[in-house]
């Protein structure tokens, strides 16, 4: 069975960092695109970046959080990271991965999330 499970979440401050982890396992790992996508309370899911399989493809990111976010993987460890910096409030989401380069419901697989809270 294919699966993705995210790691990292937190309750942080303003101005302050995260890295969050998302291990693959069930399939091959370093076939795929693997997206970031969060979802704030009463919101719907906001595609945040996707890296392709590998570096000759650059990675794609939203506005809201471009030249603070950064995503990397690791396909020896089956992991994609996401390096957040410079966190606001408005951050503040379930954070989730999915294979593929998805946005949120279309991913045919995600994992269940892990909750980043921004808060001073």
């Known amino acids: 069975e294919s699966r993705l499970a995210e790691s990292g979440g937190g309750l942080v401050q303003p101005g302050e960092s995260l890295r969050l982890s998302c291990v693959g396992s069930?399939?091959?790992?370093?076939?795929?695109?693997i997206s970031w996508i969060r979802q704030a309370p009463g919101k719907g899911p906001e595609w945040i970046s996707t890296?392709?399989?590998?570096?000759?493809?650059?990675?794609t990111y939203a506005d809201s959080v471009k030249g603070r976010f950064t995503v990397s993987r690791d396909n020896a460890k089956n992991t994609v990271y996401l390096q957040m910096n410079n966190l606001k409030s408005e951050d503040t989401a379930l954070y989730y991965c999915?294979?593929?380069?998805?946005?949120?419901?279309?991913?045919?697989?995600r994992g269940q999330g892990t909750q980043v809270t921004v808060s001073s």
């Open positions: 999915g294979r593929g380069y998805c946005t949120g419901e279309n991913c045919g697989v």
């Open positions: 069930g399939f091959t790992f370093s076939d795929w695109y």
């Open positions: 890296i392709p399989r590998t570096s000759t493809i650059s990675e």
